[in-house]
């Protein structure tokens, strides 16, 4: 069935549930069904039942302001948890000086002209110049065209022809960015920075792998270097929230598990809680090992703020209930004990981080968020009718429309969006089991385009998923 196009996604979204919208002093606004205003406070429900505000930090309530929530955060009522699916900085254009005509021969590397130009023994500077563009060239192709692992040996060996060269260097690391692989990145920016100290390219990516590592006071110092020698407004910005991060976590007190190093303000948790949250974290990834049959290499950083202190680091949507970019970011205020609200949080961004490791941050956000709402044990049966007189209406999102973090999308499309990721998930899993998931990360871990890796795994095209959703959600809807 076709779909339909984004203005029409505004109207025919109108089928869901009207919702009031809470919204408090300091500016938060929180989207809620059944909202009942009394002198004692204002009371809603959320799927894990009843919660009343304080009426001293409330606003206003704007009556039938938006669509009902898919999910709650912990604690508040508030909708949807969302994970980054793609770096923080952008992977730069590769090509130095143009190259020959003949890297690229009939829609391939031309590999054999490559290693003719790796192995002249004396190269004059412009033949030098000629060899570096070709190879990075060469690399650029292959990354464009998801061959990651093709794109990585070709840096490797144009670094091996030129080891002295910053710029292939830099090539080899965004490689290895791509892949997930962090610390042969680092290795590998720190020699070029050696070699090229004064690179602002090479600093901001230096910057990106520190702070994604979590040593966040030397991406800050590396990233002002960087803004020193050519002010970018990129870098401005992931300076700016690495200042706000250490900013708010500087009184922070860490506590550690296995596979986990929780981060807390000292007075938020006491320390029965603290156990209970890491040992929640480590159940949850038991199960997430069995699931998804991988085990990430290094520790998992949690971390837990108030609910300003998170949207003030964050600078997330007002719906985002938990943030995972790399990092396990949650907004914790007025619990004592676990609840399954909190555990259900933890689950979903615990499949993120599993997700982002076995696909090695390729995985499309429609499949990361439907695979996280099945880690919380969700299920789509409760939307089915509402999804089906959408795509009944030609109404459903584009699955190629949701390829990036919810976190950019219209705040009225994303109960839909999450909901129709569950669906499509459970879809494809009920068809090939959930092993077959797994194996479609693989091949986007590899590079493949999700297109491609569909094909591959469950003989389906995008169009084709879509297609078949309909018949899903007949089924659900009627079970």
Known sequence: MPLCRPLVWLTALACWAAADTIVLKNGRRILAEKVIESERGVTYETAEGVVTLP???????????????????????????????????????LAGPAPPERVIVDGQVDRRYLEDLARQPALSPAGRET????????????????????AL?????????????????????????????????REV????????????????????????????????????????????????????????????????????????????????????????ILDTLEELYRQQERDLEVSPREPILVILYTSQAFYDVTQAPSWTGALNDGKIRVPLEGLETMTPALRSVLAHEMVHTFVRYRSRGRCPAWLNEGLAQLGEGRSSTRFAARLLDLYQKAALLPLASLNESYSG????????????SLAVVEMLRDREGLPSLGRLLDRLAGGES????????????LAEVEEQLG?????????
């Open 153 to 185: 040996e070709l840096a490797k060996r144009g670094v091996d022809a030129a080891p002295g060269d910053p710029r292939l260097l830099l090539g080899q690391a965004v490689v290895l960015i791509q892949q997930r692989e962090l610390r042969q990145a």
């Open 450 to 461: 999700v297109g491609a890796a569909l094909r591959a795994v469950f003989g389906l095209s």
């Open 55 to 93: 009426r001293s930090i409330v606003d206003h309530v704007d009556r039938d302001g938006a669509m009902p929530p898919v999910s709650s955060g912990p604690g508040t009522g508030q909708p949807g948890t969302t994970a980054s699916t793609r770096p923080a900085v952008r992977v730069p254009s």
């Open 131 to 150: 060899m570096v563009a070709s190879f990075l060239s060469a690399v650029e192709f292959e990354i464009g065209h998801g061959r990651l692992s093709a």
């Open 189 to 276: 920016l720190l020699r070029a920075r050696t070699l090229a100290p004064n690179s602002a390219e090479v600093l901001k990516f230096l910057g990106f792998v520190e702070y994604s590592s979590d040593r966040v006071e030397e991406a800050i110092k590396t990233w002002k270097r960087a803004q020193t020698l050519a002010p970018n407004a990129e870098v401005q910005q992931l300076l700016e929230r690495a200042e706000r991060e250490t900013a708010a976590e500087e009184r922070f007190q860490e506590a550690s598990s296995v596979h986990f190093t929780l981060r807390f303000e000292g007075r938020q948790i006491t320390t029965d809680f603290r156990e209970q």
């Open 409 to 420: 999308l219209d705040q009225r499309l994303v109960p839909a969006a999450y909901a129709q």
């Open 471 to 479: 018949a899903f959600l007949q089924r659900k809807a009627g079970s």
